[in-house]
Antibody, heavy 120, light 110 residues
Framework: QVQLVESGGGVVQPGRSLRLSCAAS????????MHWVRQAPGKGLEWVAV????????YYADSVKGRFTISRDNSKNTLYLQMNSLRAEDTAIYYC?????????????WGQGTLVTVSS | QSVLTQPPSVSAAPGQKVTISCSGS????????VSWYQQLPGTAPKLLIY???KRPSGIPDQFSGSKSGTSATLGITGLQTGDEADYYC???????????FGTGTKVTVL
């Protein structure tokens, strides 16, 4: 069965960096687009970034553009989110999600999330 | 600030029906498929409806979706306490080159 497991969250000071990972199993990662979505405490869902199945196209929310980088290693069945210059407003649960297509259509499977807290 | 607008909350008695609207524009809903996601308290979101009106395997037919112009609607019939959750619409925005979620709607069973 499809499984997505995020890791790498934790408490980090403003201005520092953090890298999240999303381990995929139960399907061939190289055939699907992959997303990161976040949810601040008590708030709604906010889409963060997407990468095409082969990494050829990547798109970002304006709120993270220039600071966050989405990447993937299909040989390791792993998706990443490199987060630099972190701010308090980046505090959220970060979910990875599989798109049903090679690009962007809808997120058909979600991980359980990893919590990132940006605080001094 | 989301480009897709949903009512903050809707409620109804057990067994009744609720509808949730999602209002957008020609750059998102008007020209792209709409999906709906259910998020039960303390859990990750789950795909409920895709391509405007299709249900993934395992989703009961009490959930339905429709789209007209730049708006979409989620319907839930035979409301149960287990349906109490937050519901979000989502779609690609061609102008923003970004996936966008609605503001979210909390469903309460009275």
């Amino acid at each position: 069965q499809v499984q997505l497991v995020e890791s790498g969250g934790g408490v980090v000071q403003p201005g520092r960096s953090l890298r999240l990972s999303c381990a995929a199993s139960g399907f061939t990662l190289s055939s699907y687009g992959m997303h990161w979505v976040r949810q601040a405490p008590g708030k709604g869902l906010e889409w963060v970034a997407v990468t095409w199945y082969d990494g050829s196209n990547k798109y970002y929310a304006d709120s993270v553009k220039g600071r966050f980088t989405i990447s993937r290693d299909n040989s390791k069945n792993t998706l990443y989110l490199q987060m630099n210059s972190l701010r308090a407003e980046d505090t959220a649960i970060y979910y990875c999600g599989r798109d049903e297509t090679t690009g962007v259509l809808h997120i058909d499977y979600w991980g359980q999330g990893t919590l990132v807290t940006v605080s001094s | 600030q989301s480009v897709l607008t949903q009512p903050p909350s809707v409620s109804a008695a057990p067994g009744q029906k609720v509808t949730i609207s999602c209002s957008g524009s020609s750059s998102n809903i008007g020209n792209n498929y709409v999906s709906w996601y259910q998020q039960l308290p303390g859990t990750a979101p789950k795909l409920l409806i895709y391509e405007n009106n299709k249900r993934p395997s395992g989703i009961p037919d009490q959930f339905s979706g429709s789209k007209s112009g730049t708006s979409a609607t989620l319907g839930i019939t035979g409301l149960q306490t287990g349906d109490e959750a937050d519901y979000y619409c989502g779609t690609w925005d061609s102008s923003l080159s970004a996936y966008v979620f609605g503001t979210g709607t909390k469903v309460t069973v009275l």
